[in-house]
């Protein structure tokens, strides 16, 4: 007899349709699973044999073959155990086979028969709806995140006994409601912790407006690390499409299991982290930091430590706002829209300009500039020198809080929105040179400054363009339609500093 179930396998970060076909047949009592799976596939056959044993069913002494459709396509990790178990269950007549039309099934199951959290159930359930399945059966541990899916109706069960009993008839249990979390946590730090600092805390601010990418170069103690950790108080909340996005990116990755992310991600890898740990990779290809970070923000801490082979690979999703992994005749497309927060110290010992403090050379100097290429320092929108606040900035009251930098932001944030309604893209950090053509509207004086600054050899092309964006971001700061010369200024010096200069130069 031969049963039929549907359920999905992770491709990078989307789902992709795989059908499971059971038939039983008279035989020497075998158990087979074709159709490329991997290791954990494979080893689903004792899995499934015991979870069908210790819920309380027969399995059959017969010859048993399972197919995973379409067989091109990889299958990789447990989530197949649950789906398997029932299309057995289904063709030995011990459930209705009938019923598993309706239902797409997606989980691990143990030795006991109990279904356990399985990575991935939010991008299953965008599957099983776009399939035009009517219901999908999940782990509890992850119905939260299935539920987030409208028009598809979730099946939290413990354990195959209770899969068995909701394809029977019985009534389906309820999924829990998934609560969005704050989009600033009550315990979040503030701007307000922040003393002096002037310059970096308005470059904080347009990167915040803008999505702008920012590098904070200074000595040690300066509060470099400070300042980034607050830039997430002052982002906007995601929207409805974006938080849907985080979430199943973070689900795949196994890092998050709860309901709806609303805060825009902040991830913070540590400076011996690989290229595929950082831009995603690895057998089976896995999302890295970057992908993680998408629609937020990525902050490399000590910047000139981190792998040079590693920083270079963020070339590309910078400028794209994704990564293509080609592993073997797999072709993997992965998200990396994220802002790229850095902070970096001067030199090796890192008291460069700090009074007589610094002993290194200028050979330290020269290896340690070249650690960071002139290309990636072309990417970067904002380069802020953060220097060592005076004691009377330390004593002084805060410059501002993070609820009143969160309104200014919030307020430029919407402008762009309106303005770039129905172009692909959600702020002036991810224009392209068409759209900062058509939306960057330059006044004369600020041509004439634009120009030249680019004339002075002080911008590259993509320096140019980039330096037009944060005028832009500059203006909606301030609520002003149209570009002055005061904004392209402003963005010209704030891209300024000896560490691009020199390696730029290099």
Not at 29 to 40: E, N, S
Not at 161 to 187: F, I, K, Q, S, T
Not at 322 to 328: F, L, M, N, S
Request: glycine letters at 10%.
């Amino acid at each position: 007899m031969l049963a039929q179930v549907a359920t999905f396998a992770i491709d990078g970060v989307d789902p992709r349709p795989v059908w499971v076909e059971v038939d039983i047949r008279a035989g020497l009592p075998t158990f087979t699973i074709v159709g490329l799976g991997d290791a954990a596939v494979r080893e689903s056959r004792d899995r499934v044999r015991s979870a069908v044993l210790n819920s309380g069913f027969d399995f059959p002494q017969r010859r048993i073959t399972a197919n995973l459709a379409p067989a091109f396509l990889r299958k990789v990790g447990p989530g197949f155990d649950a789906a398997l178990a029932l299309a057995l269950l289904a063709a030995s007549g011990q459930v209705p086979l009938e019923a598993l039309a309706r239902y797409a099934v997606y989980g691990e199951l143990s030795l006991g028969g109990e279904l356990r959290d399985s990575p991935g159930a939010l991008a299953v359930a965008e599957g099983a709806r776009r399939a035009g399945l009517e219901r999908l059966i999940v782990p509890p541990a992850r119905a939260r995140e299935a539920a987030l899916v409208a028009g598809l109706v979730i099946a939290p069960v413990k354990n195959l006994r209770a899969a068995a009993d909701v394809l029977r008839g019985h009534e389906l249990p309820l999924a829990p409601a998934a609560p969005a979390a704050p989009a600033v946590p009550r315990d979040a730090p503030d701007l307000g912790d922040v003393r002096g600092q002037q310059t970096a805390l308005l470059a904080l601010q347009i990167a915040a407006a803008g999505g702008h990418n920012l590098l904070l170069e200074g000595a040690p103690g300066t509060g470099k690390t400070m300042l980034a950790r607050r830039l997430p108080t002052i982002l906007p909340e995601l929207t409805r499409a974006q938080a849907i996005e985080v979430t199943r990116i973070h689900s795949v990755a196994g890092v998050h299991s709860g309901g709806l992310i609303s805060a825009r991600p902040f991830r913070a890898p540590h400076h011996t982290i690989s290229a595929a740990g950082l831009v995603g990779g690895g057998s089976p290809p896995r999302p890295g930091e970057a992908s993680l970070a998408h629609h937020g923000v990525l902050f490399l801490d000590e910047l000139s430590e981190f792998q040079r082979t590693s920083l270079e690979a963020l070339r590309q999703p910078l400028e794209d706002g994704h990564v293509t992994i080609v592993r073997g005749q797999r072709v993997l497309e992965l998200p990396t829209r994220f802002m790229l927060v850095a902070a970096s110290n001067p030199c090796p010992c890192g008291f460069a300009g700090v009074g007589d403090r610094c002993g290194c050379g200028e050979a330290d100097l020269r290896r340690y500039r070249r650690r960071l290429s002139g290309p990636l320092l072309d990417r970067m929108d904002l380069l802020v020198t953060v220097e060592r606040p005076a004691e009377r900035e330390l004593r002084a009251p805060p410059l501002m809080s993070s609820a009143g930098a969160r309104e200014r932001v919030l307020a430029a944030r919407y402008r762009q929105e309106l303005r770039l309604a129905g172009s692909g893209a959600a702020c002036n950090g991810e224009m392209d040179s068409r759209l900062a053509r058509r939306h960057a509207r330059l006044d004369g004086a600020a041509e004439l400054a634009l120009g030249a600054a680019y004339e002075q050899g002080a911008l590259s092309a993509r320096g140019r363009h980039r330096v037009v964006r944060v005028a832009r971001t500059v203006a909606d700061l301030d609520g002003r339609d149209r570009v002055s010369a005061a904004d392209v200024l402003m963005a010209v010096s704030l891209r300024q500093c000896e560490r691009a200069e020199g390696a730029l130069a290099a």
